[in-house]
């Protein structure tokens, strides 16, 4: 990196699969050979994150695509507390899935359901133009239950706005770096941003191949 050519390959193009092995196989030695499953968690932190946030902003924003109260809706786009920091190094943490503290069982400890703000006002937008209501009444008309005017006509009405806000909340979660770097002790629990920088802030790592 500070001696070559920095357009070009350090190595002569014959030497370069050799000097991708090296680098490969000493960034698994510095990983542990953790580095797939850092990259696995992830996949999976962002990928679950991302799903339940846009199915719940969307859920949150639909009846309310014709509201004029502004400290309704306000409220329901309100970030949420996130979850107790005893309940640290596991999964639901990392998804800030918010939990109710263990010694608290009343109703009004528990912390809110999480709705994305960005996602809510995206679906409630998006809802205002593209759900009439109209519709809407004719299938409750022909019994069609809530549940059921949700998931078959009003997903499929809103499916440009939800691959807006599924990729949104992935790169979010996948680029966030201190709900994990607080929540996470547990080396395979780490995603892959904590893992990486928990390898370079080694006082021993000069490795920049790897």
Not at 22 to 30: A, C, F, I
Not at 31 to 53: C, D, E, K, M, P
Request: proline share 6%; hydrophobic share 45%; charged share 15%.
């Amino acid at each position: 990196m500070t001696g070559s050519n920095g357009m070009w390959f350090a190595v002569p193009l014959d030497q370069l699969p050799n000097a991708i092995a090296t680098n490969y196989s000493k960034l698994l030695g510095w990983t542990r050979g953790n580095f797939w499953r850092w990259v696995l968690n992830s996949l999976i932190y962002s990928g679950v994150s991302a799903l339940i946030g846009t199915i719940v902003s969307v859920m949150a924003a639909t009846p309310l695509r014709s509201s004029t109260s502004a400290a309704r809706t306000r409220l329901l786009a309100s970030s949420c507390l996130h979850a107790d920091a005893r309940r640290t190094a596991d999964h639901p943490a990392v998804l800030d899935f918010p939990h109710p503290a263990p010694d608290q069982h009343d109703a009004l400890h528990h912390h809110p359901c999480c709705v994305s703000p960005f996602g809510f006002f995206l679906g409630r937008t998006y809802a205002q133009s593209s759900v009439p209501d109209e519709l809407l009444e004719a299938a409750r008309i022909d019994g069609a239950s809530e549940a059921r005017i949700f998931f078959t006509i009003v997903l499929r009405l809103l499916a440009p706005a939800m691959v807006t806000i599924f990729l949104f909340l992935f790169v979010a979660t996948w680029n966030n770096f201190v709900l994990p770097l607080m929540m996470v002790s547990s080396d395979t629990l780490k995603p892959v941003t904590l893992g990486l920088y928990g390898m370079v802030s080694l006082s021993t790592f000069t490795d920049r191949g790897a």
